[in-house]
């Protein structure tokens, strides 16, 4: 579990995170909502370790801040893309602090191999990375955060460079994580897909927690539409299943 | 062995140790050559029979040669070699510049200008404590950098910059130096060409100190190098922390520098020259490359200097004419070849 007190996080005189309180439950997928700015990606990095805050964040019961002894799988929205790195290694990254120093396990190569096959990247592992398209790269980070085999996985935007097919896949394989007993935390612009996959759903505006909680109580919470300025409608299918749509006018 | 074959089906290792034999034998083969060939050339088999304590080996003569001339300059060439070579490859890694050089951070204009401190010296011979000048002067340059560029973790390339400047600087001095004193123009111009003549039992022991242990360290932290390839954030994610590994690099590799400046003077082209070499051979741009970089550029140099030593004999050309001479077209070769950075 993870568990958020007064968190405050600050760049410059900026405060981009305002006192926040959060627990997140173990095992569930949590998914990060709101405007552009409102600080989804600080607070992921505040969860994985390298952001410098105020407060206490703690991952089971240890602080996280500069806590190397964890591991936590990252996606982030814009890598940085390493010339002359071939598919197969740039996944086999993610190996590097299971397998220590010298020569990659044999348990390590054929779980990059499963796990390509996975993202539908087998047969480009001798592919330069550079010469990826942009739902390649985001397919094949996911891939590198998988073979982490992590307790904790953070994604952000991991679909937003993905056709409508490749987000269904992807998602569906995150979510198979949580049978493993995998945390899953991510942003998402898209908040109908958030509602299809989020356990919870945590709504951020300005720096400051809205709402958080059960995905279908917060989906239909007036908080979430104050967070988008009221321009957001929620109509739920007769299967139950929310659509959230972006709309002209203010309601 | 089939180099850069592109296998679609097999997951290919992140490095092939087979390629870090084969550079371990041919720094053999060239060490080897280096220490027989000269102006007094030395038969193998007696020289195996010598060093094996058997008789028919070289004459007394002979043996002096190869115990006090070429053996202490073969390996202070090889040790040279590697500490320029590995420190290139981890300066291009911590800076995501394939241009970097070992003398970028300012280590060879500080060493200049030690140098030249200590040789127009009016007050007393401090030639013999040349060495001493160059490594502080180059060691001071980088730490001036260092402290002058002040945001190095959060934007380690203005450690680049500053060094920029600090190299502009010293070289300013050093040439207003020799331009009081005049007569040390061509000391000071030979030591920038660079050379192995002063190598000796003694400089072999205290260099080697500091490389090998300069090279161990960056050796055993070439792994998290390749993590500096990424954001800051992924590589933390993977295990690494980004801020102590560039930190290590950094240090350890200006130590490795300063070492060979100071017992060799400014050997140009092989930090930038031997990385890229090995990486376009092996069509991988790992930092688990790094022994086998430090083993090609321990060989590239020995061969150099074998060829500053006996191209014009008895005559000696400084090393540096060789390297760049012979390195450059070589490199241009592999290099429209391979096309290193973007294959």
């Given at each position: 579990m993870i568990d958020i007190q007064n968190l405050t996080v600050r760049l410059g005189s900026t405060e981009i995170l305002k006192d926040i309180n959060l627990q997140i439950t173990s095992s569930k997928w949590t998914c990060l909502v709101g405007p552009?700015?409102?600080g989804k990606t600080t607070l992921l990095k505040a969860i994985l370790g390298l952001q410098p805050y105020v407060g206490s964040l703690k991952d089971d019961y240890v602080e996280v801040y500069n806590n190397h002894n964890r591991n936590v799988a990252f996606v982030p929205q814009h890598p940085q893309i390493p010339i002359g790195m071939s598919v197969g290694e740039y996944v086999l990254l993610g190996r590097a602090k299971r397998d220590g120093w010298g020569t990659e396990s044999k348990n390590s190569r054929s779980l990059v191999a499963e796990t390509l096959r996975l993202t539908g990247l087998f047969g480009m592992q001798n592919q330069l990375v550079t010469r990826l398209s942009g739902g390649e790269i985001q397919r094949a980070l996911i891939a590198r955060a998988l073979v982490q085999e992590s307790n904790l996985i953070l994604l952000d935007e991991p679909t937003s460079a993905l056709d409508l097919h490749h987000q269904i896949e992807i998602l569906n394989c995150i979510e198979s994580l949580k049978s493993k007993g995998v945390t899953i935390i991510s942003t998402m612009h898209d908040i109908t897909l958030a509602a299809m996959y989020a356990d919870e759903i945590v709504v951020i505006k300005s720096g400051e927690i809205l709402s958080s909680g059960a995905t279908n109580l917060v989906v239909n919470s007036p908080e979430l539409k104050f967070a988008f300025d009221d321009r957001i409608k929620v109509f739920t299918l007769d299967s139950g299943r929310p659509v959230i749509m972006a709309q002209k006018e203010k309601s | 062995m089939v180099f850069g074959k592109r296998d679609n089906q097999e997951l290919r290792s992140i490095w092939d140790w087979r390629i870090t034999a084969a550079a371990a034998l041919l720094l053999l083969f060239i060490g080897l050559l280096g220490i027989s060939f000269g102006p007094l050339s030395l038969r193998f088999d007696q020289i195996f029979r010598t060093i094996l304590g058997l008789p028919n080996g070289l004459t007394e003569q002979e043996r002096g040669v190869l115990l006090d001339l070429r053996l202490p300059r073969v390996l202070l060439a090889a040790l040279v070699g590697g500490a320029l070579a590995t420190s290139g490859a981890v300066y291009q890694a911590v800076f995501r510049?394939?241009?970097?050089?070992?003398?970028?951070?300012g280590a060879a204009s500080g060493a200049g200008l030690g140098a030249t401190i200590a040789i127009t010296?009016?007050?007393?011979?401090l030639y013999g404590l040349l060495p001493v000048f160059a490594f502080c002067g180059a060691i001071l340059a980088v730490l001036v950098g260092f402290f002058i560029s002040g945001k190095f973790f959060a934007e380690p390339n203005s450690l680049l910059l500053s060094g920029i400047a600090v190299g502009s600087f010293a070289t300013a001095v050093q040439t207003y130096l020799q331009q009081r004193h005049s007569a040390s123009l061509r000391p000071v111009y030979s030591w920038i060409l660079g050379q192995l003549t002063a190598a000796s039992w003694q400089v072999v022991a205290w260099s080697s100190i500091y490389i090998l242990i300069a090279i161990s360290i960056l050796i055993s932290i070439s792994k998290q190098l390749d993590g500096l390839m990424l954001t800051d954030e992924e590589a933390y994610s993977l295990g690494i922390n980004p801020n102590r590994i560039r930190i290590i690099a950094v240090v350890a590799a200006t130590l490795a520098t300063a070492t060979a400046v100071a017992a060799s003077g400014l050997i140009g082209f092989v930090g930038i020259v031997v990385p890229h070499l090995v990486r376009g051979i092996s069509h991988r741009v790992t930092n688990r490359a790094l022994p086998t970089i430090a083993l090609v550029g321990a060989s590239f140099l020995v061969l150099a200097d074998l060829g500053a030593r006996t191209l014009l004999s008895p005559a000696e050309l400084p090393i540096g004419v060789i390297t760049a001479f012979v390195g450059a077209p070589f490199f241009l070769v592999v290099l429209r070849r391979k096309r290193l950075v973007n294959q």
């Open positions: 552009n700015g409102a | 510049n394939p241009l970097a050089d070992p003398y970028l951070l010296n009016a007050h007393g011979n």
